[in-house]
């Protein structure tokens, strides 16, 4: 009986193991479109400052604290157009501890020591492309070797914000999803959050990731694998340039080895099956349980 119970409530409760941590992966070069004046992140930097703010409040990785910058060097002074410039800044404005980690040799020794547990994240920022102080192409190739990396940080719940056009930005991304590509041509002005990137970051608004806060350079298509689309640019018909999701957002997914796809809340036809299912079992179980044998001796209970 007990057993039989068991296997009902197992059945009931799949899928609501937790995985994964929250994304932001942009078109854009946001980095490049925004400045800090007296204290305040202005146009695209207060962009990065609100996801990254949602990012920090959302990421569930155990005992994991500030942000890892991949990318670039620190710039103390914030000057504009200046991606080390515009992460820091955002980190100042929230008060996050940043670790700046610029060219290939840093970021593979990052990895190496994120393995080890030398290091422990929040968030991981990638630099992107179109602005100073930001990818190279040794450092994108750094990136796409350690792409199982990135993949396995977004899995146990760290979060995860990148920038960029091309291969130097998403050539990591590719590798994780080869039927995703990501592709030159993006309209920032009339863009939109969907109804998935407003439920998945509550403090950004259309206003943060349309022409107000810069342009955007490309969009994605394809096979998101675990991602959804967050934003949707100014084109006709739109277009994916901001995808990612929420808390518990996984990358690959339902291959042999990696976590499941997301399916979300059951349908209520399928929890009305299951609620059946458990009605007829119980109804089974009475009767076994009432049942006589012939010399009126009860039958033993399930």
Not at 265 to 283: C, H, K, R, Y
């Amino acid at each position: 009986m007990k057993r039989i119970l068991l296997a009902l409530l197992m059945l009931l409760t799949a899928g609501g193991t937790a995985w994964g941590g929250p994304v932001i992966l942009g078109g854009d070069d946001l980095t490049d479109h925004g400045s800090r004046v007296l204290g305040a992140n202005l146009e695209g930097w207060l962009y990065i400052q609100k996801a990254i703010d949602n990012l920090n409040t959302s990421a569930t990785r155990p005992a994991a604290s500030g942000i890892a910058a991949l990318g670039s060097a620190a710039n103390p002074a914030f000057n504009g157009g200046n991606a080390g410039g515009a992460i820091g800044s955002a980190a100042d404005v929230l008060g996050l501890a940043v670790s700046f980690f610029d060219g290939a040799a840093a970021i593979n020794g990052f990895f190496a020591d994120l393995l080890a547990a030398n290091v422990n994240p929040r968030i991981i920022w990638l630099a992107g492309t179109g602005a100073q102080n930001d990818l190279d192409n040794l450092e994108g190739a750094a990136l796409t070797a350690n792409a199982a990396a990135i993949n396995s940080f977004v899995s146990s719940g760290g979060g995860l914000m990148a920038h960029g056009s091309g291969p130097t930005a998403y050539g990591w991304l590719s590798a994780l999803l080869p039927g995703l590509t990501e592709t030159g041509g993006c309209s920032s002005g009339g863009a939109t959050l969907t109804p998935a990137g407003a439920a998945a970051f509550p403090g950004l608004s259309n206003s943060d990731i349309d022409s107000n806060a810069g342009p955007c350079h490309s969009h994605f298509e394809g096979d998101f694998g675990g991602l959804v689309t967050l934003a949707l640019d100014g084109a006709n018909p739109k277009r994916p340039y901001i995808i990612g999701g929420g808390s518990q957002t996984v990358i690959q997914c339902g291959q042999p080895n990696q976590p499941p796809c997301p399916t979300g809340v059951p349908e209520p036809s399928s929890l009305m099956l299951l609620g059946a299912g458990a009605i007829g079992l119980g109804w089974t179980i009475r009767r076994a349980r009432s049942y006589k044998r012939p010399g009126g001796d009860r039958a033993p209970s399930v």
